[in-house]
Each structure stands twice: as C-alpha cells, then as structure tokens.
C-alpha cells in the first residue's frame, strides 16, 4: 500500500505565507514526478505545481511567481511554499505523486487533502 499525506493547511490571511507538505509512504521503489492540484468550491480541480525527480518544475500562470514547489527525494516528500496568499489561492491542496511500485509498474496516487483559505 502506498499513502500521502498532506500538512499544513490552514486560515491565513491575504497577503500571507503557508507551507504545505506532502509525505509518501509505504511499499515505494521510486517516484517520478510529484505535484500539487487545488480545488475550489464549485470548481474543477486544477494543476498548481508539478516538479520532476531531478527538480525541473512547471507552475499554473495564476501562481507564478508567488509559489515554489520543492521535494526531498531522501524523504519522500514534496513541499509547497505560498507566499502573497489571495482570496482566490482558497481551495483543498492535493498531493499527486507518480509511484513506482515492485511488480505494479507506475501509477498515480493522491492524498486526500488539506484545506487553505485565504481571507480578505
């Protein structure tokens, strides 16, 4: 079984940080890449940020610039640095990781979610 587990959302104000982070666990050969997807009320679910084993990374236009995705291959874990935080970053941050398992080949996994609102 493989999980991931996301942390550090929260209630933050417009114009302030968060980190989120995202660990993957259990029967794990490697991982290729891990990214970061939102969701808003009434909205469908949309890339943030995705970054490569080696480190190379792609953001969404309506956070360039503001957010940085980060991983640590050592430890599993990808990371989100939010700054300048807006009303509209509101949503639940998903983790997304491409998996390697032994005898399964390569899948996608998701967390189940942290929720990061932003007030005006």
């Known amino acids: 079984q493989v999980q991931l587990v996301e942390s550090g959302g929260g209630l933050v104000q417009a114009g302030g940080s968060l980190r989120l982070s995202c660990v993957a666990s259990?029967?794990?050969?490697?991982?290729?890449?891990m990214g970061w997807y939102r969701q808003a009320p009434g909205k469908q679910r949309e890339l943030v940020a995705r970054?490569?084993?080696?480190?190379?990374?792609n953001y969404a236009d309506s956070v360039k610039g503001r957010f940085a995705i980060s991983r640590d291959n050592a430890k599993n874990t990808v990371y989100l640095q939010m700054n300048n935080l807006k009303p509209e970053d509101t949503a639940v941050y998903y983790c997304?990781?491409?998996?390697?398992?032994?005898?399964?080949?390569?899948?996608?996994?998701w967390g189940k979610g942290t929720l990061v609102t932003v007030s005006s």
């Open positions: 970054i490569s084993r080696s480190g190379s990374s």
């Open positions: 997304n990781a491409d998996i390697w398992r032994s005898g399964m080949g390569r899948t996608a996994y």
């Open positions: 259990g029967s794990i050969l490697s991982i290729n890449d």
